[in-house]
């Protein structure tokens, strides 16, 4: 096949076929080349049949060879490398068994055009069902476990207009004249919906958060948008070559991205604002073998015969290699000379993985390609077992045994560990998880998650309550309000005023207020990348490299700048500032190797040695006697400082110092020892000297493992003169929003974190005396309504399904947008959202 017109190049068309074709004398299809002129696939055929094939084959892969009966069906699939099947076919049945002995069923009903398999016995002996309707349909599905999923086609058009799952929750599709989607309601009552102009082209797009996209279109003959327009009204055009290949993306703020493209449609360079560039070459096949940036660093890529990626050449020159099975699948890599290796199965599951030290990882399945077991490189043994419909019900790990429970709708509603109940899950209606809880060191403590009426989080409530008398000792919330263009732009700390982020475009950070006070400001360049942070009197300048890396941070105040330094392979070698300079050293591998500090008065280097798994081994600078090499099994039993123990689970139990060879031994090492619970969480810590203590401390996690509080008793001297533990802790408290720790709290200060938004990056600290919180304590409005709501105007406690609808209510007032359900159900209360709001403590 030959190009023969190209109006984008028709003054340089290609001197070879872009595909070309081999034919069996009787016109059968023998052998197919790229463009290169490789032969890229073979076909056999049978003798006697013509058109039968009998064999086929990939470039660089085994042959795979059929076999078939009187009628022409295939009975035999013939692997040399990998799973082979046999077909058994019957009147009303066919049976397939692989290499393995693994055996299918398939039971069909119907002829011609209308069979339809209506039965499938699994390889493990559990069976699913469908039924479909006269002409073919499917009507309903059952899992192994019998529960059956209901489908309703349009009787014109057969689309699905119904999905009605196990549990009785159901799903809706709505379609247009032309067959094309135009509503989707999930079971949660959350929909979606789509808009056509007259050629059938989306136009627009309305999410379930309310969130509205429209398309736009130039040319009548394409069904590509020239623009589109962002639920914040922001507009992206765009523009295409007559292949549909993208040439120029505009954002918002009308910065343009161009891409260029060779004679194949594939990409050969990206230019962003900036002067940022990355350019692209490919061989004759098409393979990608060369990645270049602005500034001509350079990353090579080999391939084998069968397309499989084997080498890649960094800038520096250093080579990272793969080796592949004849399936194509990996078995071998190598990196600065560590290898680290993978075996298969016949069905091509990763059986074994064997590290840089030589130590084993295995695997096992079972019929189904579920994973049941997993011994780890120290031998510690993990096993899973599950369901009919595959679900986790039963874990062990190391006779740690953990049990799953699920509703109607597979949502997970408990589990136990060693018999006793770990966690709970709760959900509302709609089935939106609300509430998840446990017992941590026989305290309750539960996280209530609160949303808006378009499914969006609006609170996160944290609590832990005394296990004899249930009393609330802490608890902790962070609120969250979305503005009318669906942006989080509003998040309100537990006791602080709210938080605003101010945007401009389709969301880009540009401020940042506390309550009504604006604290920082950013400029930002044609990439929408930071280059300037005003905060008060300071002022942040951050300026990046031709290739985009982080250049220099420089303050107003000099002692804090910073300048960034890295080597042609992106890895950073120096951090350099006026009282000193950080250098970096890497190993072939890109393991750090070393840290070199220098200041006025200071000159030292930090080596950081490793074996090839990466565990640390002893300084060899400072211990050139040592003779250790590796840890085979992951565990570093001993270092420069302490001897460690761990139990059968990995879990680091004892760290004691370690006294040198020649060293008379006094009594006197110190030992630390770690206790946990069934999670893996440490929850009691103890440090003696002497066989005496020296610090306790003990911690209580949330459902979620993050650590809510600390309590630790320190060596002191009491009334009579002796030293003993203190017989009153010292108690810590830590909230949290999502993974981000934002509040941690003693008896003297509560320090408080504001992130950048969807990051971990601190941006303020808030630091108050614990003594003032009382005077700034922000009441939600379920507490402020519990703590006047008694008949005698005393507290009372509402049922937790009430708080969460008054929780959601408070947030949409707060956010200036109450729904309809939440007027309707105050108005079958006898009340009004003004009443509510003059409830309502002051943000």
Known sequence: MWLTHDPEYPENLPAAPLVRYGWTPRGELAVVYDRSGKQVRSFTYDDKYRGRMVAHRHTGRPEIRYRYDSDGRVTEQLNPAGLSYTYQYEKDHITITDSLDRREVLHTQGEAGLKRVVKKEHADGSVTQSQFDAVGRLRTQTDAAGRTTEYSPDVVTGLITRITTPDGRASAFYYNHHSQLTSATGPDGLEIRREYDELGRLIQETAPDGDITRYRYDNPHSDLPCATDDATGSRKTMTWSRYGQLLSFTDCSGYVTRYDHDRFGQMTAVHREE??????????????????????????????????????????????????????????????????????????????????????????????????QETGFDGRTQRYHHDLTGKLIRSEDEGLVTHWYYDEADRLTHRTVKGETAERWQYDERGWLTDISHISEGHRVAVHYGYDSKGRLASEHLTVHHPQTNELLWQHETRHAYNAQGLANRCIPDSLPAVEWLTYGSGYLAGMKLGDTPLVEYTRDRLHRETLRSFGRYELTTAYTPAGQLQSQHLNSLLSDRDYTWNDNGELIRISSPRQTRS????????????????????????????????????????????????????????????????????????????????????????????????????????????????????????????????????????????????????????????????????????????????????????????????????????????????????????????????????????????????????????????????????
């Open 275 to 372: 002067g940022l560039s990355q350019y692209r070459a490919y061989d004759s096949r098409g393979q990608l073998i060369a990645v270049k940036d602005t500034q001509g660093h350079e990353t090579r890529y080999e391939y084998n015969a069968a397309g499989d990626l084997t080498t890649v050449i960094a800038p520096d020159g250093s080579r990272n290699g793969t080796q592949y099975d004849a399936w194509g699948k990996a078995i071998c890599t190598t990196q600065g000379g560590l290898t680290r290796s993978m075996e298969y199965d016949a069905a091509g599951r990763v059986i074994r993985l064997t590290s840089e030290n030589g130590s084993h990882t295995t695997f096992r399945y079972d019929v189904l390609d579920r994973l049941i």
């Open 584 to 843: 970096y050293s890497y190993s072939t591998t890109g393991r750090l190797t070393g840290v070199h500090t220098t200041a006025a008065n200071l000159d030292i280097r930090i080596p950081y040695a490793t074996d090839p798994a990466g565990n640390r081994l002893p300084d060899p600078e400072l211990h050139p006697d040592s003779t250790l090499s590796m840890w085979p099994d992951n565990r570093i039993a001993r270092d420069a400082h302490y001897l460690y123990r761990y139990d059968r689970h990995g879990r680091l139990t004892e760290k004691t110092d370690l006294i040198p060879e020649g060293v008379i031994r006094t009594d006197d090492e110190r030992t630390h020892r770690y206790h946990y619970d069934s999670q893996h969480r440490l929850v009691h810590y103890t440090r003696t000297q002497y066989e005496e203590p020296l610090v306790e401390s003990r911690y209580l996690y949330d459902p979620l493992g993050r650590r809510v509080a600390k309590r630790v008793w320190r060596r002191e001297r009491d009334l009579t003169g002796w030293m003993s533990l203190s017989r009153k802790p010292q108690v810590t408290w830590y909230g949290w929003d999502g993974d981000r720790l934002t509040t941690i709290q003693n008896d003297r200060t509560r320090i408080q974190t504001i992130y950048q938004p969807g990051s971990f990056t601190p941006l303020i600290r808030v630091e108050t005396a614990t003594g003032e919180l009382a005077k700034t304590q922000r009441r939600s409005l379920a507490d402020a309504l519990q703590q006047s709501g008694g008949e005698d105007g005393g507290s009372v406690v509402f049922p937790p399904v009430l708080v969460q609808m008054l929780d959601r209510l408070e947030s949409e007032i707060l956010a200036d947008r109450v729904s309809e359900e939440s007027r309707r159900w105050l108005a079958s209360c006898g009340l009004t959202v003004e009443q509510m709001q003059n409830q309502m403590d002051p943000v």
